[in-house]
RNA sequence: GGCCCCUUGGUCAAGCGGUCAAGACACCGCCCUUUCACGGCGGUAACAUGGGUUCGAGUCCCAUAGGGGUCACCA
């Protein structure tokens, strides 16, 4: 049998982060499998939630990551369309047949009664669940409601007794008692679909065999089903993914402004490292990797290894993951990433890019992380002399003066300011003095520097300096010291 | 509150009746080193609780507790 899976976002103009993780295990998933067809549906049915250009965002950021589909509105496929407010008309006939069957009726209670009849039950200390009052309506009755044009909504008429259960592959068998089911909305009173009445049509039109979603949907998959009994559908298997969470109390949402995929990329996440992280959170490959391309993570993908429990989205391993992949990077992608980060607080200061990004490559674990670490170079902070003393280099603010002033006589001996020169000119000269190294080149760096740690020693960062620079700001801190 | 789900170190997690309970991130220490980082070595740290079942339980069952989800004319 043919594997058919969907990934069916809601256009809202951002990518959320567990969003984009359900649709590369559906894609994974669904690679697994010869001749599985992964296809995308945007999910619309909300009028009032549309936003411009929000379609673009999904196709952007699923193609940005490697995940593709076989069928969706862009490329078309046999079962188009793949955009449900374009497939609007499908779904009444059907909820007209329900109705037909007794499975679903014509609900006219107004958003106002239901609020009001649902506050008087919790007033009671009452579990609300809608009381059926249109199912008991006349059929002349309904007749003449629908005649005068009386707004309607069409809902799910659930048995009262028994229970309803199905298999989960990752949950397992999950039962629950049918009088806790709720009599749900199939058709809005603006004549489109709910998403839990959309979803079962859909998915069934388009033969989804698999349907993979976020565990939030565990508990309506009751109803589902019985809509799917009522209509004679097979029901599709269901894998249920655990949630990704911010802490161990809230899901990752948006309101932290770092949900979205694109919050990530801005701050300079390489998709390849979010991929890879977000691939773990919630799965394992059952073996000791961590790292995976697109491809290894097709081989390596089984249901298996999902897990049931929620995941705590850590930062701290995606950005050790972000670390790891940028290093991993050709010199010359490093340098074409890093330069607008550089550009931010060098621009026009003629430091040397290329041996910058040699130097930052293997320090740099997110890109915007970058301006603060090279900013010195461009503007010496102000510094307090303290930072001169260092016992273990054998620093200290007596022996500072003296080892500064060596170190402009030594550089000034420099003709070519190559590294290589001004580091043969400094370790011969302190060779010659018969100091140790870190008494010469600790307050060198500092004075150069101002900073306690560098990317970098003092003879990279006096080269980059140029000897211009590295000249003025020795004799400011000697300055700075008398 | 009803219903559903979940519960191994701070975090991700292996384990699927018999292990001194893996590994990774983070953290700490040491080494390397002209700082930092990288790298190398080492360390702290866990089976939520209580009952069963069993020769034997993190692994099976039942409670309790804690957490999450869901109860919209949102998806």
New binding site residues.
């Given amino acids: 049998m043919q594997v058919r899976t969907r990934f069916?976002?809601?256009p809202?103009g951002f990518m959320h982060l567990g969003g984009l993780r359900t649709a590369l295990y559906c894609y994974l998933f669904t690679k697994k499998h010869e001749d599985g067809k992964f296809i995308l549906r945007i999910?619309?049915?909300?009028?009032?939630?549309l936003v411009e250009g929000a379609v673009e965002v999904i196709y952007d950021t699923l193609r940005g990551c490697g995940i593709h589909w076989d069928e969706g509105p862009d490329v078309g496929g046999p079962v188009a369309p793949y955009v449900?407010s374009e497939r609007k008309d499908s779904y009444l006939p059907y909820a007209k047949q329900l109705i037909d069957e007794g499975h679903a009726y014509y609900?006219?209670?107004?958003?106002e009664?239901?609020q009001q009849r649902?506050e008087a039950a919790e007033a009671q200390?009452?579990?609300?669940?809608?009381d059926k009052h249109c199912l008991h309506l006349s059929k002349e009755d309904i007749q003449q409601k629908l005649d005068s044009g009386i707004?309607?909504?069409v809902r799910q008429n659930t048995p009262v007794t028994g229970?309803s259960d199905f298999d989960?592959l990752?949950?397992?068998?999950?039962?629950?008692?049918n009088?806790?089911?709720?009599d749900?909305?199939l058709?809005?009173?603006?004549g489109?679909?709910?998403?839990?009445f959309?979803?079962v049509i859909d998915d069934h039109l388009m033969g989804i065999t698999h349907v993979i979603r976020?565990?939030?949907?565990?508990?309506?998959t009751?109803k589902y089903n019985l809509l799917y009994k009522a209509l004679g559908w097979d029901i599709p298997q269901y894998i249920?993914l655990?949630?990704v969470?911010r802490?161990?109390?809230?899901?990752l949402?948006k309101r932290d402004g770092d949900a979205y995929y694109s919050d990530f990329v801005k701050k300079g996440y390489l998709t390849e490292a979010l991929i890879n992280y977000l691939a773990?959170?919630?799965?394992?490959p059952?073996?000791?990797r961590?790292f995976f391309t697109m491809e290894e993570l097709q081989q390596a993908f089984s249901v298996?290894?999902?897990?049931?429990?929620?995941?705590?989205?850590?930062i701290?391993?995606?950005?050790?993951?972000n670390?790891?992949y940028i290093?991993k990077l050709d010199a010359d992608k490093y340098l074409e990433l890093a330069k607008p980060w550089f550009d931010s607080v060098l621009d026009g200061k003629g430091i040397d890019y290329t041996r910058l990004a040699q130097?930052m490559q293997?320090?740099?674990?997110v890109f915007n992380r970058i301006p603060e670490m090279v900013a010195f170079l461009g503007e010496r902070p102000a510094f307090d002399t303290s930072l001169y003393e260092?016992k273990?280099?054998k620093s200290s603010l007596e022996t500072t003066p003296d080892a500064l002033k060596l170190s402009i006589s030594l550089l000034d001996s420099v003709s070519d300011w190559t590294e290589e020169n001004i580091?043969k000119a400094?370790?011969e000269g302190i060779a010659a003095a018969g100091l140790k190294?870190?008494t010469v080149?600790?307050p060198?760096?500092i004075a150069l520097?101002g900073?306690?740690?560098?990317?970098?020693?003092?003879?990279?960062?006096a080269f980059l300096l140029g000897r211009e620079e590295s000249m003025r700001r020795l004799e400011s801190a000697l300055d700075q010291l008398a």
Wanted: proline share 6%.
């Fill in positions: 069916a976002p809601s809202t999910e619309d049915t909300d009028q009032e939630r449900q609900c006219f209670c107004t958003k009664d239901l649902r200390g009452l579990t609300w669940k809608y707004p309607y909504v229970d989960d990752v949950y397992g068998h999950i039962m629950a008692p009088e806790t089911l709720d749900m909305v058709i809005k009173a603006d489109m679909p709910t998403y839990n959309a979803n976020g565990m939030e949907y565990l508990s309506s009751p249920h655990p949630t969470m802490d161990s109390k809230h899901k949402s773990l959170v919630g799965w394992n059952g073996d000791e961590e298996e290894g999902l897990s049931k429990s929620p995941a705590i989205f850590d701290n391993k995606l950005t050790w993951f670390a790891e290093r130097l293997g320090r740099t674990e260092n273990k280099q580091h400094l370790m190294n870190g080149l600790w060198l760096r520097s900073l306690l740690s560098t990317p970098g020693g003092a003879i990279e960062i």
